[in-house]
């Protein structure tokens, strides 16, 4: 069993910064893949990022590519997304996902446990 906790969502402009924090307790933190999706108002949820138990492979949506990283500290138990150069289309309420499949995934079907996510809002 794993839970999770979203923080260091807000409000920023255009072109700002942001980073997301996740953090988990419960055992073998390290044993699980981790990912970040997104959901905006009046859409479905869709897949950010992804990164294995190690840290050493990584997955992004092709939106968000060269703007985010996705990291981990498996010693701190948590997992990071770094937003830079945000736009207003990445206004969504953000959610920490983890998978204990062995792969990385775009799929939010095959991730176990979720957070209650963070709210974040991208002025123009």
């Known amino acids: 069993q794993v839970q999770l906790v979203e923080s260091g969502g807000g409000l920023v402009q255009a072109g700002g910064s942001l980073r997301l924090s996740c953090a988990a307790s419960?055992?073998?933190?390290?044993?699980?893949?981790m990912g970040w999706f997104r959901q905006a108002p009046g859409k479905e949820r869709e897949f950010v990022a992804t990164?294995?138990?190690?840290?050493?492979?990584?997955r992004y949506t092709d939106s968000v590519k060269g703007r985010f990283t996705i990291s981990r500290d498996n010693a701190k138990n948590t997992v990071y997304l770094q937003m830079n150069s945000l736009k207003p289309e990445d206004t969504a309420v953000y959610y920490c996902?983890?998978?204990?499949?062995?792969?990385?995934?775009?799929?939010?079907?095959?991730?176990?446990?979720w957070g209650q996510g963070t709210q974040v809002t991208v002025s123009s």
């Open positions: 996902a983890a998978s204990n499949r062995g792969v990385l995934t775009t799929i939010a079907g095959r991730y176990d446990y």
């Open positions: 419960g055992r073998s933190f390290s044993k699980y893949f």
């Open positions: 990164i294995t138990w190690s840290g050493g492979g990584t």
